[in-house]
């Protein structure tokens, strides 16, 4: 096995990981917000919370790791984790409202250092490989789709107060994160590349394919987020049970991550502005499926469909943000399109608790439609001026 596939082996291990985590945290955050908070409206704060912790860290991060490095970077951002997690576990047997969010603010810091994982395995990769690495790093999210879920149900009354055993198994996965990534070897920046500044960001920006991407990446994480938040309130308000709402983002979670194993290749063959307007097509008929009935199948179906459109949109947005910014760049361009990402990841948490408690579930998913529509229109003014030779690289 040479370098590469090793490191994107471990990688994709870490993403699994983080992706437990993570996965674990969308099926209680909403719901043990709206036990503790103050108003029913405030439900989703803590994953809003969540979100903003990773939109503050993330250029900071990916700052970090140009300096130290990405395998030391990486396990120091792991650290926040363990910390989140003991505070959320702690607010919650305070019953504090309030610590919880703090809690899961500093926890969205290991976020943003977990998001850079599919960076790191498009730097070390030729230029052929790259789609799929990132693709194959992102497949890993596949385990945290299974695991998370299930690790919720079976933690979310194992200790009391409800929601504590939850929160205090996070910190194991975050552990285990810990010790896989002293083991990837990824060659760090020379001096002089470190030291290179590179284009300003502003002018990086206004290229046409970074704009393209990043909105891509930003909204359609921004749209997935807004459904996939409301999801579970939205079911328990139409009197499903929690193991069903926790089946759905268990098959959410998976539908996000299985399609990696072919979305490389599918770039490759078809090209990848092709495979993100699928994508924004896909995101279509999800608002659809949910707007046609309020059953457990059209919740699952709609978010199934939801979770392939995001696959689609995120690792293309990433495959043609690699082609935006030269290697002393890297930093300061990935962190401006994560940034992007968790802006529009807070906004829409904590728009979709207000939405779905005030407003209910078919306001959300007609809310969702055209942020949708604003990316499908982007895709397709691209690809069809960058066909007729109208557009720049």
Sequence with gaps: MNSTHRNVGLLAACQALLMTNNATLIAINGLAGLALAPRAALATLPVTCWVVGGAIATMPASLHMKRVGRQRGMTLGTLWGIVGALICAAAVWAQSFWLLCFGTLVFGVYNA???????????????????????????????????????SRFTVELLQPRFTGAYLALIGFALVTMVVLRFIRIPQLDQKTKAAG??????????????????????????????????????????????????????????????SFVTGNLIRRFGVLQVMFVGALLNFAAIGVALSGIAVPQFWLSLVLLGVGWNFLYVGGTALLTQTYRPE????????NEQAIFIMMAISSFTSGLTVTTAGWERVNLFALPMVGVVAIAILWYAVAHRNGKSPA
């Design 329 to 336: 760049e890297m930093a300061k361009a990935q962190g401006a």
């Design 198 to 259: 590179g284009r300003p960001l502003a002018v990086i920006a206004r290229q046409p394919k970074f704009v393209i991407a990043v909105m891509s990446g930003a909204i359609g994480y921004g749209v997935m987020n807004f459904l996939m938040t409301s999801t579970p309130i939205a079911m328990g308000v139409c009197g499903h049970p929690y193991g069903d709402a926790a089946f759905v983002i268990s098959s959410h979670v998976i539908a996000m991550f299985l399609p």
């Design 113 to 151: 250092y977990g998001q850079y994982y599919r960076f790191a395995a498009a730097d070390v990769s030729s230029v052929e490989f790259r789609s799929t690495a990132i693709s194959l790093v992102l497949a890993g999210g596949l385990v945290g789709g299974i695991l998370g879920p299930t690790t």
